[in-house]
Structure formats: C-alpha cells, structure tokens
C-alpha cells in the first residue's frame, strides 16, 4: 500500500462527506438559534423552544 | 484562556506563597518545571486543576494544624479580558471560588463574575479539562483514561463529541424529541379520536415502563466506566508494584539448571581424568620421539626416514653430525663411512632391505601416533572446553542468582500487596461483567419498547388522521417533526465529516513527527484508534511504547486543536471554542528522541502555551529539542519528603547550568504522611 492512501482516502471521504452534506440555511438558521438556548431546566428551555419555532413564520411553507 | 500566572499557598508540597510565571511569548510559549519525583511537578497541574475545578479536595494533604488555610489563584486572559481565578478551602469547611475581572491598566480588580464555576466551565468545560491536562504517565484519575487512549471508551467518545459540539445537538434533539411527543398526545386529547387515544394510553404506558429502564442502563453504564476506570487504575498500580514473583521464579528455575551443570561437570572432569590416564601412554611415546628428533627432524617428521638411500640423506646427516637414530656422526669416521656407504649403495643387500622395512615401520608407528595424537588431542580439547563453558555456565547463573536474592531481599514482600489489588481487579471484572450483562439486558427492553412505540405511534397517527383537522396544532407537530428529523440526518453527517477532519489532523500531525511508516483511522463507532503500517498495508496488532506515546500526544494535539479557536475555521461543527494551555506531566519518557522536536512543533502548532513537567533524566534526553522554545524555566531544587531513610543530592546540567536537585528526608515524623516541602526556582 503506498504510504498516502489513508490520508488520500481520508481527504476524499471529508470531501464526498462535505459534498453530501444535507443543508436547508432557513433550518440552519434556527439550529444555530436553538443551541444558544442555554438553560438548566428541562422544561424551561422546551417552553422557549416552543415559542421560538411558533414565532418564526417563515417556516409554514416547510 | 491563557495563563499569565499561578499562586500556590500551602497546597500539597507546596508551603507558604509560590507564585509561578508562565511563559507567554509567541516564539518561546513553553513553560518548562523539572524535577525529581515527589518534587511538585504534578502538585502544579492539580493545584491549575482544583483552582479551576474544585476537584481532587482529597489529595490536598497540607498539615492542618499548622497551617489551616490553602489557596491557589490563577491569573489568566481571555477573549482579551483579565481574570483571576482564586479558590480558597479551609480546614474543615467546603473550598470556595471566585473569579475577579482585573483590569488591563492598573492590574486590580475591577468587578466580580456572578456564577465563578459556570464562567470558568464556559471558558474551558470540565469534560474537556482532561485533554488540556495531560498526565502522560501519572496516576492521578485521569491517567487511566490517558491510557487507554487508544482504546477508544466512552470518555474519549463524550469528551471527543463535546469538543465538536455534538453533546449540545444531542440535547436538542431530546428536546425535540419530546415536544413532538407532547403536542402530539395534547392533539390526540384535543381530537376526542377513541381509537387514536387507544394507541396513546398504550404509548403512555409503555413510556413509563421504559423511564426505569432507561435509567437502568444508565447506571449500569456508569458502572462500567467507573469500573473500567477503577480496573484500569489497579492495572496501573500493579504494573509499577514490584513483584518478588517473577524474581523468585527465575531464581527457581536457574537453581535446578545450576544443579544440572554442577552434576555434568563432575561427570566431564571424571571424563577428562580418566581419558587422561588411559591416553596418556601415547602422549608419552610421542614426547619420546620427538625428544630423540633433531630440531629440523621433528620439525620434517618422518620425511627423513621415507627415501634411505638418498645421497642427499647422507648429506643431511652430515651437516646435522647426526643420524637417524640420534648417534653423533663424525665426519671421516667409521661411523660415517658406514652410514655413508650404507645409504649410497645401491645394491639390494639383506640388510638395506630390512633397514628399510624398518624405516618405513618406525615411519608407520610414528604417523598412526601422529594421529592418535590429534584425535586424543581434540577430544581433550573438546572436553576442556566443554568443562570451561559449563563452569561459566555455572558462574553465571550464580552471580545472577545472587542477585536476584538480593533484588528479592530489597523488594521485600509485595506479594501481598499484589494479590489483594489482584483479587480487587477480579472483584472490579465480576462487577463490569454482570453491570455489561445488566446493560445489555436493558439494552435489548429498551429497543423492544421502542420497537412497540414507534409501531403504536405509526397505528395512533393512522387513526388520528383519519379525522380532518388542520388546526394550528397539526402544523406545528409537523414542524417540530421535519427540524427533528434535519437535526439528526444532519448530524450524523457532520460527525462522519469531524471524525474525519480530525483523522486527517491526526494522520498530518504523525506524519510531520514521526519517520515510522504508520497511518491511523479512528473507528467512528468506538473512537478506538486504529494503525496501520503503510509499507504493508496491514493493521498494527500492537505498537511499542514509543509509538503508543507518540500517537496519543498528537491525538491529544489535535483534539485540542479542534477545540481551540486555532483550528476554529476548519472545525464548523464546534458549539463554543475552547482554548487552553496543554499541560503535559511527564511527557516523551519512551518517545524516539527523533521525533520529540516535530512532536513538540506539532503540541504549539494547536495550543499558545505548553507547560511540560518532567523528571531531569527524561528532559535532559530532549533538551536541545526545545531549548529555544523554553520561555520560562524550572527547577526543583529541595524537595523534603517523608522519612524515607534517604538523602539525594543530583547534580545535573540543566537549562546549561549546573545545578544541584536535593532530596531531604523530612525528620519530623510526626508529619510523616503530610509533610512535604518543595524548593522550586526560575533558572534564568
């Protein structure tokens, strides 16, 4: 096995990795919104969830 | 966070106030402290460690009655603010945390963080502490997952996701997860659908009886960590216990061999005395012959006595003055007119005839005692030498025998010792054992309600659709339904693309550090490390200590590489960055000198600061390697310990000076266990 094929076929499975990666910006958006909700109650946290996704009208067309 | 700073006051072996700079210059980033064992090296990760953490409040051993109060403060940057971390225990009571802003201009304290601990885990979380604070040899809790490394285990595998960020999206999934579940049971409730409420009791139900399972798991999970922790302690205490056993074994079984050899001499010595007696007749004649020779005759052999009646035999022995048989011939004599005529004349006389038998008899005799010689001579060699490499043999298993009974006598008995951390390691299996059985067990309840779950979901939602309602509700619960399931197909996408990043990191930073043909691949679902050889293309069974160490310090590099806001812009899936110094407490013990300078290239290409803490003989082996990065520089030059009977002065060529490393015994008894007293200075 020449000494690069691990690292080249690593390289190639990031790249086809990133290639397929699904990605919706309107969903990625509210991931990123999502994960700043840092709170230690469980409950506390679903409510602001909750209201966070009721909020956003942009995602009746999903 | 980056550390200007440390003030340790009465904390382990540290007395009074030691205050400690770190280097924090680009070009020379490294701290360097080395000493001997029992000094305060690693008294100084922990003391970085409970200040920040508040763990490890056991290994604290100041004397309390002398000295009630301990406290250690860091002063660190981040984000370009000024902190001071300070955290304070007295005798008795719990320690106490405060994180202080300082202000850049005048130095002094400018306000105080509501929430210390919360700021500080913001800063550099627990989980993470481990990759920062590398205990390359130690036996602090740490150590046995630093191991283990390689292994893969469900530490590396948390602490590794943390540092992606994927812990994070696991709770948001939960979270989803459970709104879904909710609003869908308040719309079955909402809805008045008998059958579809059918379905919801019965998930209802099953969910309850899952709670105590799940929770099952979880502990028997925890079990086996804690376990496997525990284990992998004890393993390491009974590797660095020294046993009499292996000693005794050796000793026992080089005594029969000892036995042996002894009995086999005497039967060679009997061998060579009596081939000695029974040979020694031929040895004799031989001498006798050779004695009766002239120089030149003995040197000839029987060459002379072959051709008789040779006129230049004659001419021989007229210019030795001696015949044959040895009589001195005369020149002009009878006698050499007797030989003379003898040998020239060429008639075939009686007597020519017999002298010639004779010659070619006494010619025979003397080369079949040739031969007999050298046979006998060789055997008797061949016996000689077998007598002297036994006798060595002997010699040298005796000296070593010696020494074993004197390792054996110095150890003293450990056995003991060994058997009961021995037994505990057994415990700790039976107990891991029957905590995988008890996983597992509730491993495969849960799957099976899970099964039923989704099945009874699939048969509500049927029935629950029948009805046509399109209220605000059913959009929701199709929202939270479609994030839910973006979330998770996303996220196993990018944990396929971070393992893969930090492959790449891995496989890169080996590369520049090491010349050995080796590759690795990080098994996604254990994160165990596997290598390869790339000459051959197969996987390594077992790698030599020195690849072991080399391969965890990079994937220690890397990991907080990820981490660290260094590599923030290729690392897109981390929630938060962390950066941190890399603390190393004995690092490259068994690392291929080569490899220690890309090794050390490859730790500051990751962090802004590495502190190294190690003993003098272990950095003097890479000295050259990092002298030039050395910001600060470290020695411990008096460590006082507990009465050990012993007194150490070292001297070494540190830091290129000389400088004496001293040892003391500590001659208060009294404080024999608590009483430890460390001297460190800056070499400059």
């Given at each position: 096995m020449p000494e690069t094929d691990i690292l080249k076929e690593l390289k190639e499975a990031e790249k086809k990795a990133d290639r397929e990666l699904i990605d919706k910006p309107i969903f990625n958006e509210l991931v990123q919104d999502l994960l700043t909700l840092d709170d230690s109650s469980d409950t506390k946290r679903r409510d602001k969830i909750i209201q966070m996704i009721e909020t956003r009208k942009d995602l009746d067309e999903i | 966070m980056k550390f200007s700073n440390i003030i340790i006051t009465n904390f382990r072996s540290y007395y009074g106030e030691n205050k400690f700079e770190f280097a924090e210059d680009e070009s020379q980033p490294v701290t360097m402290v080395v000493g001997n064992n029992g000094g305060g090296k690693s008294s100084l990760m922990r003391a970085i460690q409970w200040c920040l953490y508040g763990e490890d409040i056991k290994e604290i051993k100041h004397n309390e009655s002398k000295v009630p109060t301990c406290e250690v403060a860091i002063n660190f940057s981040h984000e370009n603010n000024l902190y001071r971390a300070h955290r304070r225990i007295t005798s008795g009571q719990d320690s106490f945390l405060r994180l202080l802003k300082i202000d850049k201009k005048d130095g002094r304290e400018s306000g105080e963080i509501g929430e210390p601990q919360l700021t500080i885990n913001g800063f550099l979380p627990i989980e993470l502490k481990s990759w920062f604070f590398y205990e390359a040899e130690g036996s602090g809790a740490a150590s046995a997952n630093h191991h283990n490394l390689l292994d893969g285990n469900r530490y590396s595998k948390d602490a590794l996701r943390k540092i992606q960020g994927f812990t994070k999206i696991d709770q948001l999934i939960e979270d989803l997860d459970k709104i879904h579940k909710d609003k869908a049971r308040a719309r079955v409730k909402q809805g008045e659908n008998l059958e579809a409420q059918h379905f919801q009791e019965q998930i209802d139900k099953l969910e309850i009886k899952l709670e105590p399972i799940l929770a099952t798991k979880i502990s028997a999970d925890d079990d086996i960590t804690r376990y496997s922790e525990k284990i992998e302690d004890l393993q390491e205490k009974y590797r660095n216990t020294p046993s009499t056993k292996p000693l005794q074994e050796e000793m026992d079984r080089l005594n029969p061999q000892i036995n042996s050899a002894n009995t086999r001499l005497l039967l060679k010595q009997k061998k060579q005395k009596s081939f000695l007696a029974d040979h020694l007749v031929i040895f004799l004649i031989k001498q006798l012959i050779t004695k009766n020779q002239t120089p030149k005759q003995h040197k000839e052999g029987v060459q002379l006595i072959r051709s008789p009646d040779n006129t230049d035999l004659y001419s021989e022995i007229k210019a030795n003055g001696e015949c044959i048989c040895g009589t001195t011939i005369i020149p002009g004599s009878s006698e050499d007119d007797k030989v003379r005529k003898f040998l020239t004349d060429k008639s075939k006389d009686k007597d020519k005839n017999i002298f010639n038998s004779r010659a070619r008899g006494v010619e025979t005799v003397m080369s079949t005692i040739d031969l007999q010689v050298e046979k006998f001579e060789k055997e008797r060699i061949e016996i000689k030498d077998d007598i002297d490499d036994i006798e060595s043999d002997i010699k040298t298993n005796s000296a070593r025998v010696a020494q074993l009974g004197l390792d054996i006598e110095k150890i003293g008995n450990t056995e003991s010792k060994i058997k009961k951390?021995?037994?505990?390691?057994?415990?700790?299996?039976?107990?891991?054992?029957?905590?995988?059985?008890?996983?597992?067990?509730?491993?495969?309840?849960?799957?099976?309600i899970r099964e039923s779950i989704a099945d009874l979901t699939r048969q509500r939602d049927m029935a629950d659709n029948n009805r046509t309602m399109t209220d605000s509700l059913t959009s929701f619960i199709k929202k939270i339904g479609s994030i839910k399931e973006y979330?998770?197909?996303?996220?196993?996408?990018?944990?396929?693309?971070?393992?893969?990043?930090l492959m790449i990191d891995l496989n890169e930073a080996v590369k520049k550090t090491s010349f050995a043909?080796?590759?690795?691949?990080?098994?996604?679902?254990?994160?165990?490390?596997?290598?390869?050889?790339?000459?051959?293309?197969?996987?390594?069974?077992?790698?030599?200590?020195?690849?072991?160490?080399?391969?965890?310090?990079?994937?220690?590099a890397c990991v907080v590489g990820q981490a660290s806001k260094k590599s923030q812009a290729k690392n897109k899936y981390?929630?938060?960055?962390?950066?941190?110094?890399?603390?190393?407490?004995?690092?490259?013990?068994?690392?291929?000198?080569?490899?220690?300078?890309?090794?050390?290239?490859?730790?500051l290409e990751k962090t802004e600061q590495l502190i190294l803490l190690s003993l003098p003989a272990d950095y003097k082996k890479y000295e050259d390697e990092v002298f030039s990065k050395l910001g600060k520089k470290y020695a411990v030059v008096r460590a006082d310990r507990g009465p050990r009977n012993t007194e150490d002065i070292t001297k070494y060529k540190l830091f290129k000076k000389d400088i004496d490393l001293v040892t003391f015994d500590n001659v208060d008894e009294h404080d024999a266990e608590s009483v430890t007293q460390s001297r460190i200075v800056e070499v400059k």
């Open positions: - | 951390i021995r037994d505990n390691i057994n415990d700790l299996t039976s107990l891991q054992t029957a905590a995988n059985a008890t996983s597992a067990k509730a491993s495969n309840k849960v799957t099976d979330v998770e197909k996303k996220q196993k996408q990018d944990e396929v693309v971070a393992l893969t990043t043909n080796i590759q690795c691949k990080i098994d996604s679902d254990t994160y165990a490390v596997r290598v390869f050889d790339t000459t051959t293309g197969e996987e390594k069974p077992a790698l030599n200590d020195g690849d072991k160490e080399l391969i965890k310090t990079c994937l220690v981390l929630a938060q960055a962390t950066s941190a110094p890399i603390i190393i407490d004995a690092p490259f013990t068994k690392m291929d000198v080569d490899y220690i300078s890309g090794c050390v290239s490859v730790l």
